[in-house]
Nanobody
Framework: QVQLVESGGGLVQPGGPLRLSCAASVSLFSFNAMGWYRQAPGKERELVARISSTGASNYADSVKGRFTISRDTAKSALYLQMNSLKPEDTAVYYC???????????WGQGTQVTVSS
């Protein structure tokens, strides 16, 4: 079965960097797209970044220029490099993998990112 496991979350000071990892139990070629979502307390889950099977990436306006999504197909891993972190980036971050046809989403368990001084 498909399993996604996030790691790398933690406490970081504003302005600092943090790198999140998502290990997949299957080849990344199994998916049409992968991405990172986050959910802050009292807010809806939102898409942070995504990368297609072709390598094209997209970012939420709030993180554009600060975050970078990447993948390593050899390691079946997805990454999110977060720089210049702000307190408003505090949230649980989730790894997502999507199959378009038929449509299906896989999710990781989430990893907490707290940005505070």
């Amino acid at each position: 079965q498909v399993q996604l496991v996030e790691s790398g979350g933690g406490l970081v000071q504003p302005g600092g960097p943090l790198r999140l990892s998502c290990a997949a139990s299957v080849s990344l070629f199994s998916f049409n797209a992968m991405g990172w979502y986050r959910q802050a307390p009292g807010k809806e889950r939102e898409l942070v970044a995504r990368i297609s099977s072709t390598g094209a990436s997209n970012y939420a306006d709030s993180v554009k220029g600060r975050f970078t999504i990447s993948r390593d197909t050899a390691k079946s891993a997805l990454y999110l490099q977060m720089n210049s972190l702000k307190p408003e980036d505090t949230a649980v971050y989730y790894c997502n993998a999507v199959i378009y046809k038929p449509q299906y989403d896989y999710w990781g368990q989430g990893t907490q990112v707290t940005v505070s001084s």
